[in-house]
């Protein structure tokens, strides 16, 4: 009976607890002269990422979204929004919890960041901007073989200054 209870406390957990708005922004520096004008923007999307540990197996991950259209030279409108979840996750290796709080939630938290993005942006009367699908196993890939090139690096300079 001890074992079946070991087993069950190694076996992988995950449950949402709650997705949340964090912190939203929306700006129009430049208006009313910018509706003046012909559109055609330029935008640009800024992600990051980052998890706070709250007890144990909980966890914040919040996905930072900043979406700036230029027009010409003037900022049409930035947007920046903040979309957070509170998760339980147990049971994982170091490894697989890294990639479940840097891939995993941010693609659960995006879809909500993308349609506040868009209310926001039709709120401010501009035309509707729907953001592309963002790979975030990707990111997390390309994150985690930074990190790695940046340690052997480190270590190389290390090597060389001894």
Same mark, same amino acid.
């Given at each position: 009976m001890?074992?079946?209870?070991?087993?069950?406390?190694?076996?992988?957990?995950?449950?949402?607890?709650r997705v949340?708005?964090? !912190?939203?922004? @929306? +700006?129009?520096?430049? $208006?009313?002269? *910018?509706?003046? =004008?012909?559109?055609n923007?330029?935008?640009? &999307?800024?992600?990051?990422?980052?998890?706070?540990?709250?007890? !144990?197996?909980? @966890? +914040?991950?919040?996905? $930072?979204?900043? *979406?700036?259209? =230029?027009?010409?030279?003037?900022?049409?409108? &930035?947007?920046?929004v903040?979309?957070?979840?509170?998760?339980?996750?147990?049971?994982?290796?170091?490894?697989?919890?890294?990639?479940?709080?840097?891939?995993?939630?941010?693609?659960?938290?995006?879809?909500?960041?993308?349609?506040?993005?868009?209310?926001?942006?039709?709120?401010?009367?501009?035309?509707?901007?729907?953001?592309?699908?963002?790979?975030?196993?990707?990111?997390?890939?390309?994150?985690?073989?930074?990190?790695?090139?940046?340690?052997?690096?480190?270590?190389?300079?290390?090597?060389?200054?001894?």
């Open positions: 001890a074992e079946v209870a070991n087993n069950e406390q190694q076996a992988p957990q995950f449950n949402i607890q949340y708005t964090k !912190d939203v922004s @929306f +700006e129009t520096p430049n $208006s009313p002269a *910018v509706f003046q =004008k012909e559109w923007p330029e935008v640009k &999307l800024d992600l990051d990422t980052r998890s706070t540990k709250l007890a !144990d197996e909980v @966890f +914040e991950v919040v996905l $930072s979204l900043t *979406v700036t259209a =230029k027009n010409g030279e003037e900022t049409a409108f &930035l947007c920046e903040q979309q957070a979840g509170i998760f339980h996750i147990g049971g994982l290796t170091e490894p697989q919890l890294a990639h479940s709080l840097g891939a995993y939630c941010p693609n659960i938290l995006f879809p909500y960041a993308r349609e506040t993005v868009a209310s926001l942006v039709s709120r401010g009367t501009f035309p509707q901007l729907n953001l592309a699908p963002v790979n975030f196993d990707a990111l997390f890939a390309q994150y985690v073989q930074q990190r790695a090139a940046a340690a052997v690096q480190a270590e190389q300079t290390e090597e060389a200054n001894a």
